[in-house]
C-alpha cells in the first residue's frame, strides 16, 4: 500500500467521523495523519510491517502510538476496525453533504437511512422529484433553499480558499526543495495576487538545478513527489498534477535569468498581462514568459526580475496584489500608486474571542500571544447571549467580564511598569537575536474591554444600552436571519448604526467565501449611513470570511467610512489570520492611513468615538 492510499484512507476515516458527529480533536489527528503520512518520503508500508522497529513510525511528527496501530492494520489488512465500524452505517462520500447549508450530521444520517441518499447527485434528484417532503421537517422552503445550496455550492467546489492554497503551496514547496541546487519557489498566479481563492497552485522554480542542461533531473524529482495523486502532464520544464482534494498544481523550473519574466508573466492576472504587452508592443518591444524584447533585433531588455521589466516599461514596480488591470498601470505611469499597508503597520486587533464565549483561550493568553505578534493593545470581544450556541453573555456576565478585561490589562500595566511582565520579555528576547528595528516598548500593552454584540432581527442590539456605555469596544454583528429580504436587512443594519453605543460594525455583508453570499443588503446605503454616523467597518482577516471584500473595501472607502481590520481570533495562533486579511486590504488599494488599528491605541479611541 502506497503512501498516497494510505493517507486517502486516513482521511476517509476523518470524514466518516466526521458525519457520525465525533469528537473535533480526533477528527483533526486523523486529517492531521494523513497530511503526515503523504509527506513522507519513504514508503510508510515498509515501516509498518511486523519486523520493523516500532519506533520508526512514532517519529513521525502527528503519528502517535494509536496512529501507528492503525497504520499497521491499514498495511496488513487494508482497511482498520473503526473505518469498518463506521462503513457499517455511513459511506464517505456522504461527508460533502455536510458542505451544503443548514445539513448536519443527523440530516445526513436521517437521509441515508431514510432515502439511501449518499451523494449530492442523489440529493438533487430527490430534492427536484419532491421525496424529502415526506421527511419530518423538511418542506417546500428546505427543499427550495437546499436546491440554491447546491447550485451554489456546483459553482464553487472547483475553487479553493486562500488558505488551504497557501498550506498546500507550503507542503509541496518544502518537498520541492528537498532536490539539490533548487534555491527559490514562489507561488505565483492568483495566489501570489492574493485572492481569496484560487483555481490551481502555479509554483515557479528556479536554482542552478533548473538550467537548461540539468533540469530534467528535477522535474523527474518534482514528477514523483509522494503526495501527487495523479500526475496530468510531464514536459521539459513543466510538471502538472493534482492532489488528493483535487487541487491542480503547475510547477515550472526556470533558468535564473529568465526568473523575474517568468514571474511577471504566471503571477497575471491575465488582463493585466494584455494591458502590459499593448504598452510594451507601443515601445517597439515585446513580452513573453522569456523576456522583454526590443522587437527590431531581439536584443533583451529586461528579463531577470520583475522590477526591471516594470521600470523598462517606464512603470513603477506593481505590487502583485495590483495587478487586476484594475487602473495600476496608469498609476505606476503617473507614479500614484499608493503605499500599501503591511502587517507592521496594524498596532491593535480589535475583534477577538476567550473561553468566555466560543474561544480557545483566556484573556490574559490572548494578551500574551498578541504581545509576542508586536502588537499594542487587543480588544476582547466575546459574543453576547443571542448567540446561545457560543455560551453568549448577559449584561451582567458582560459587564463582569468587562471588570475581569481591566484587571488583566492593570496587572500587565503593573508588570510593566515594574520592568518585567511579557513586554519587556520579548524586547530582551529581540535584542539577544539581534533582530532589526528594535525598540524599547514606551507604554504598557492595553487589553481593551468589549464585546460583539448580536444585531437581533429588528435591527436592535442583544444588550442594554448601560451595559454598552460601559465597554471601550462595541462591535455589532448580524449572526441570525441571513436569508431575510433585502429592504428588512438594510433596514436593519442601518438600526444597529443608529445606535450611539456602536463603533465598529463586524464582518458587515456576512458572506463566508466560497460558501455564503452576503446578505442582501444595499450597500449604496449602508456604507454612506455607516460614514455619516462615524461608524467603523471592519474588514474580519477570517480566511474563511474576509469581509468586506476587496472591492466592497475600496467601495467604502470612497464612500469615506472608517475602516478597521481585526482578525476575529477564536485561539491565539489566529491572530495570524491577520496576514490574510493584509492582503485583501492591499487588493483594494490601502494605506496603513486608510485604517484607524495602525494609530496608537489613544488616537485609536479618539478615532472610535461618535460624533
Ligand atoms: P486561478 O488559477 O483561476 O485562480 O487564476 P490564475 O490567475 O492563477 O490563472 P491561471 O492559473 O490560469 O494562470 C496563471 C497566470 O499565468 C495567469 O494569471 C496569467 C498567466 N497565463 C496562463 N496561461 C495564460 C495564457 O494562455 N495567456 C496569457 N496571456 N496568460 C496566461
Ligand atoms: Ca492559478
Ligand atoms: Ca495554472
Ligand atoms: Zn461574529
Known amino acids: 500500500m502506497d503512501n498516497i492510499t494510505l493517507a486517502r484512507l486516513l482521511d476517509e476515516t476523518a470524514a466518516l467521523l466526521e458525519i457520525d458527529a465525533g469528537d473535533p480533536f480526533r477528527i483533526r489527528s486523523y486529517r492531521r495523519a494523513a497530511e503526515a503520512v503523504e509527506q513522507q518520503t519513504t514508503q510508510l508500508a515498509t515501516l509498518a510491517t511486523v519486523d520493523a522497529d516500532p519506533k520508526a513510525l512514532l517519529a513521525i511528527p502527528g503519528i502517535g502510538k494509536g496512529m501507528a496501530a492503525n497504520i499497521r492494520d491499514l498495511v496488513a489488512t487494508g482497511t482498520m476496525p473503526l473505518r469498518e465500524e463506521l462503513l457499517q452505517r455511513y459511506k464517505p462520500t456522504m461527508l460533502e453533504l455536510l458542505r451544503l447549508p443548514g445539513m448536519g450530521p443527523k440530516t445526513v444520517a436521517m437521509l441515508y437511512s431514510a432515502l439511501s441518499i449518499s451523494d449530492i447527485d442523489a440529493l438533487e434528484e430527490a430534492a427536484k422529484r419532491g421525496d424529502l417532503l415526506t421527511l419530518p421537517r423538511m418542506g417546500q422552503k428546505f427543499t427550495d433553499k437546499l436546491l440554491k445550496g447546491i447550485e451554489d455550492y456546483r459553482k464553487n467546489s472547483s475553487r479553493f480558499r486562500i488558505d488551504v492554497a497557501r498550506e498546500h503551496a507550503e507542503r509541496i514547496s518544502e518537498l520541492i526543495r528537498l532536490f539539490p ?263 504598557p500593552f492595553r487589553i481593551l474591554a468589549g464585546i460583539e454584540v448580536d444585531i437581533l432581527l429588528d435591527g436592535s442590539l442583544d444588550l442594554a444600552d448601560e451595559t454598552l456605555a460601559q465597554l471601550d469596544i462595541v462591535v455589532a454583528s448580524v449572526h441570525s436571519g441571513f436569508n431575510q429580504p433585502g429592504e428588512e436587512m438594510t433596514a436593519r443594519m442601518l438600526r444597529a448604526v443608529e445606535n450611539p453605543h456602536v463603533h465598529i460594525l463586524g464582518h458587515p455583508t456576512g458572506r463566508k467565501v466560497l460558501q455564503r453570499e452576503p446578505y442582501k443588503i444595499d450597500l449604496a446605503q449602508m456604507l454612506p449611513a455607516a460614514a455619516r454616523f462615524g461608524v467603523a467597518v471592519e474588514h474580519n482577516a477570517s480566511p474563511a470570511r474576509l469581509d468586506l471584500s476587496d472591492l466592497h473595501l475600496r467601495l467604502a472607502k470612497e464612500h469615506g467610512c472608517k475602516l478597521v481590520v481585526n482578525t476575529d481570533a477564536h485561539a491565539t495562533n489566529e491572530l495570524d489570520q491577520i496576514d490574510y486579511g493584509i492582503v485583501q486590504l492591499r487588493r483594494a488599494w490601502l494605506s496603513a492611513a486608510d485604517l484607524l488599528n495602525t494609530r496608537p491605541v489613544d488616537e485609536l479611541l479618539i478615532s472610535l468615538r461618535r460624533a
Request: charged share 25%; proline share 4%.
Open 181 to 443: 541546487g533548487i534555491e527559490t519557489i514562489t507561488p505565483a498566479g492568483s495566489l501570489r495576487r492574493g485572492r481569496e481563492s484560487v483555481g490551481d497552485l502555479d509554483l515557479l522554480v528556479t536554482g542552478p538545478a533548473c538550467e537548461p542542461d540539468v533540469v530534467a533531473a528535477a522535474v523527474e524529482h518534482v514528477a514523483s513527489l509522494p503526495l501527487i495523486d495523479k500526475l496530468l502532464a510531464k514536459g521539459q520544464n513543466k510538471v502538472s498534477f493534482t492532489l488528493r482534494n483535487n487541487l491542480q498544481v503547475d510547477v515550472r523550473l526556470l533558468p535564473r535569468a529568465s526568473y523575474g519574466a517568468a514571474l511577471q508573466y504566471f503571477t497575471g492576472s491575465k488582463m493585466h498581462n494584455v494591458a502590459l504587452r499593448q504598452r510594451a508592443i507601443k515601445r517597439g518591444l515585446t513580452l513573453s514568459e522569456y523576456a522583454l524584447l526590443r522587437l527590431e533585433d531581439n536584443v533583451v531588455v529586461a528579463s531577470a526580475t520583475e522590477q526591471e521589466i516594470y521600470n523598462a516599461l517606464d512603470l513603477d514596480y506593481i505590487p502583485p496584489e495590483l495587478r487586476e488591470n484594475r487602473g495600476e498601470i496608469e498609476a505606476a505611469a503617473n507614479h500614484t500608486l499608493p503605499t500599501l499597508i503591511v502587517r507592521g503597520d496594524v498596532r491593535g486587533d480589535l475583534h477577538m474571542h476567550t473561553t468566555e464565549s466560543d474561544g480557545n483561550n483566556s484573556i490574559r493568553e490572548m494578551a500574551e500571544a498578541a504581545i509576542a505578534r508586536g502588537l499594542e493593545y487587543i480588544a476582547i470581544t466575546d459574543h453576547s447571549k443571542n448567540l446561545a450556541m457560543t455560551h453568549g453573555m448577559d449584561d451582567e456576565r458582560t459587564l463582569a467580564h468587562a471588570r475581569r478585561i481591566r484587571e488583566v490589562s492593570d496587572e500587565l500595566a503593573r508588570e510593566f511598569a515594574a520592568g518585567r511582565g511579557p513586554q519587556w520579555e520579548r524586547y530582551e528576547e529581540r535584542l539577544r537575536n539581534n533582530e532589526p528595528d528594535i525598540q524599547k516598548p514606551a507604554i
